[in-house]
């Protein structure tokens, strides 16, 4: 059976010149329980301490060959060294011996001739801290364990989501085509092709949280990078009006665009821009309420930018959450008011794809009533020598 550490005896290395005084504190010593080692010289203290590793070291300063000073430099120095309580054993009261004393790295000092109280209480302090500095280290590699296995853990279901999200494209993908199919199906019945767009309209709202969440893992990992085109912004908001018109009358609300005519073309990626649009329309589609109108605009923001805004007829976003309302899983809530929320990372890629594109997004309350989303971008937004996301 092994021993505790704690029970074993500690070892104390009394070195000093004087036999006397050598006997004199391990006497005090031995009788407080604890094992004695001498040494008469620091050279003979530098090959014991080497041999068996004391707990304590009472080190006199005035040596002949070698002085408590540079003995105590070298014991530092050695194996197990920084870990020792030294403690010099002086009859110099100076300041200057002091300072040298700790210059040279000793833990504390005893003046000659010792008092066999003072002796113990340091002696017994010492060790204590020693044996506190040492559980504290322990508990330390414990939790930088615990900390290495959740980090890995972690890392392991991010990597599962990631490949699970990413394989859900093909299935989602297929229910759109086909619902597709059905919508213009010869012979279909009212019914059916409302139902079919109802299918279509759900599985492009997943299909657009999926590419969210595989954008924002590429994103965070460093690779999302645009893919540049010029884009037409007018004819890419037209086409979102148009396929969320019905959307829009289901839920008894207005879908305006309001586009400038000289609205310059945007050096963009279109799909990332597109799906920037649609998450803002998706969030302002939950946020306004049943008659309430929604509008898109697009205007030039000179000297080299374009602005896009989404305005809405809901609750607003109070002034100390419009920044925390990009953040991941957010979900915001006045005491009277509808609940805003972020649950399906569509504002945090909304984020991504802005600052992805060199601009901005942020929010503003709407008049009279409502938030507007606004995204300003450069007409010249891009990021040579990046590789490109892979879909």
């Not at 991010?158 to 699970?164: A, G, I, S």
């Not at 085509?177 to 279509?200: C, Q, V």
């Not at 920037?276 to 697009?298: K, Q, S």
Request: proline content about 6%.
């Amino acid at each position: 059976m092994q021993t505790d550490p704690r029970e074993r005896v500690e070892t104390v290395l009394v070195v000093d010149d004087n036999e006397m005084n050598r006997v004199l504190v391990a006497a005090h010593l031995g009788a407080a329980g604890y094992g004695v080692e001498h040494a008469e010289s620091g050279l003979r203290a530098l090959e014991i301490f080497a041999q068996r590793r004391p707990n304590v070291v009472l080190l006199d300063v005035l040596m002949p060959e070698l002085d408590g000073f540079e003995t105590c430099r070298r014991l530092r120095a050695l194996q197990g060294g920084s870990d020792t309580a030294i403690i010099f054993l002086t009859a110099l009261g100076d300041l200057g011996s002091h300072q040298e004393a700790m210059a040279s790295g000793a833990d504390d000092f005893l003046q000659k001739p010792v008092n066999r109280t003072e002796l113990l209480l340091r002696v017994r302090s010492l060790l204590w801290i020693r044996r506190l500095r040492e559980e504290l280290h322990q508990g330390y590699d414990v939790i930088r364990g615990q900390r290495d296995a959740l980090l890995a853990a972690h890392r392991q279901k991010e990597m599962l989501t990631q490949l699970v999200v990413h394989d859900l494209k093909n299935p989602i993908s297929s229910i759109m085509t086909n619902a597709a199919y059905l919508h213009t199906l010869p012979g279909a019945s009212e019914d059916g092709r409302e139902a079919a767009t109802d299918i279509l309209e759900s599985a492009r709202a997943m299909h657009r949280m999926v590419l969210n969440l595989l954008d924002i893992g590429r994103s965070d990992d460093g690779v999302l990078v645009p893919r540049w085109d010029e884009v037409a912004v007018a004819a890419l908001l037209e086409e979102v009006q148009l396929e969320n018109r019905r959307r829009a009358a289901q839920r008894a609300q207005t879908l305006d665009l309001a586009v400038a005519p000289d609205l310059p073309p945007l050096r963009a990626d279109r799909d990332l821009l597109r799906r920037l649009v649609e998450n803002l329309l998706d969030n302002a589609f939950r946020a306004t309420p049943p008659g309430g109108r929604i509008r898109i605009e697009a205007h030039p923001a000179p000297p080299d930018a374009v602005m896009l805004a989404v305005v809405d007829e809901g609750p607003g976003v109070p002034p100390d959450h419009r920044e925390r309302i990009f953040d991941k899983y957010v979900r915001l809530a006045g005491a009277n008011e509808p609940v805003r929320s972020n649950r399906g990372l569509g504002l945090t890629f909304c984020r991504m794809a802005a600052e992805a594109h060199g601009g901005r997004i942020w929010v503003e309350d709407a008049q009279p009533r409502g938030a507007s989303f606004r995204v300003r971008l450069p007409l010249r937004a891009d990021t040579p020598g990046v590789r490109e996301a892979v879909a």
